[in-house]
């Protein structure tokens, strides 16, 4: 049974740092992609991050590059999310979700994604 667990969110000053972990259970990572996306109040789920083991080619919006990054331990199976210089505007609950397949050129689209975790609230707020 696929299962995806979420980890790290809290509450952070502007310009703090998170990092978020996403705990796979039930496949293993190296032939899925995995996508870190995010929903705010009232805003449609937005894709994030997107990494597969097997290409190694990372994706990330245009909102979070330079900022965030993703990364793997797939002796752990769990995939994290690196924050830093976080910004009010990153506030939201943050999902991670496995695709068959690699991430692809519409990595974003949340429909891509079968299995999805519960999610973690990132707060940013002085």
């Known amino acids: 049974q696929v299962q995806l667990v979420e980890s790290g969110g809290d509450l952070v000053q502007p310009g703090g740092s998170l990092r978020l972990s996403c705990a796979a259970s039930g496949f293993t990572l190296d032939y899925y992609a995995i996508g870190w996306f995010r929903q705010a109040p009232g805003k449609e789920r937005e894709g994030v991050s997107c990494?597969?083991?097997?290409?190694?080619?990372?994706y990330y919006t245009d909102s979070v590059k330079g900022r965030f990054t993703i990364s793997r331990d797939n002796a752990k199976n769990t995939v994290y999310l690196q924050m830093n210089s976080l910004k009010p505007e990153d506030a939201a609950v943050y999902y991670c979700a496995q695709q068959v397949g690699w991430c692809g050129s519409t990595w974003y689209r949340p429909n891509n994604f079968a299995s999805w975790g519960q999610g973690t609230q990132v707060t940013v707020s002085s």
């Open positions: 990494l597969h083991s097997s290409d190694g080619r990372l």
